[in-house]
């Protein structure tokens, strides 16, 4: 499913975890490694950082010289209003954001966010230049063809306003069971590849965003790339990224020879 040169996709969202001290020097020891690791000086990987709205800035400038990409855990979908507490889509690619993470469960479940809500924020992201991070997932273990189905549904439903006018280069959609999510351990390597690749087909067939990557997340952390090889394309990373070690350790995992051949 993955071209044999295809950049991996790794993305870190920090959720709520660090407060804005935590998270600076999380960002200056992970910049520090993105100036040194091969899979990123070498454009192998794409690396997307998603911390929180109140350290973007800070987090832009941590980065800055680096390969790495900083995007932002939610927008709105309307770019100019009377929307109290809103983030505005064009704000956020005027301080340098790239991506934007989009549906995630947490905001589906805690906030209520509905398919047509997230269907505006997938607009709102690109019209405003950003790359959609969009999460993706069944509520309730199922075997993969049924799961698949569901997210294709979700899928369907967030891309129906992708125009084919739309200047869209790619996006991203992150593969996460709700049932895995913050669990002791992913699902299993076979289930991940399956769904993931009856993704892939259905993105490859779409008219606008044939180029979209699927990546996986859902207690996701080292050893699981090894594992699932290039049968996706890269990893969403949570809580296992939180210790700049271990996401040294996945970095590394991208350069492994069954990766590479694709």
Known sequence: MTATLAPTVIGVSL????DHVQTIAWATQV??????HEAILSGCV?????PSFTTLTSVVDAFEGTAVSVGAQDLFWSDRGAFTGEVSGVDLAAIGCRFVEIGHAE??????????MVAGKVAAALRNGLTPVLCVGETSRM???????????????????VEAETDIESIVVAYEPEWAIG??????????AEVCARMSEWLLAHPIVSTGRVIYGG??????????????????????AHDPRSLHLVLDETL???????
């Open 15 to 18: 959720k709520m975890y660090f």
């Open 31 to 36: 910049a520090d490694i993105a100036r040194r």
């Open 46 to 50: 794409e690396l997307v950082v998603l």
């Open 107 to 116: 905001r589906r479940r805690i906030f209520s966010e509905t398919d047509e």
């Open 143 to 161: 075997n993969a063809t049924l799961a698949a189905a569901a997210c294709i549904d979700q899928l369907r439903s967030a891309l129906d306003v």
């Open 183 to 192: 669990a002791d351990a992913a699902a299993s390597p076979a289930h991940i």
């Open 219 to 240: 207690s996701a952390g080292p050893g699981l790339l090894t594992q699932l090889g290039a049968s996706v394309d890269g990893l969403f990373l949570g809580r296992y």
């Open 256 to 262: 492994q020879p069954q990766r590479r051949a694709g």
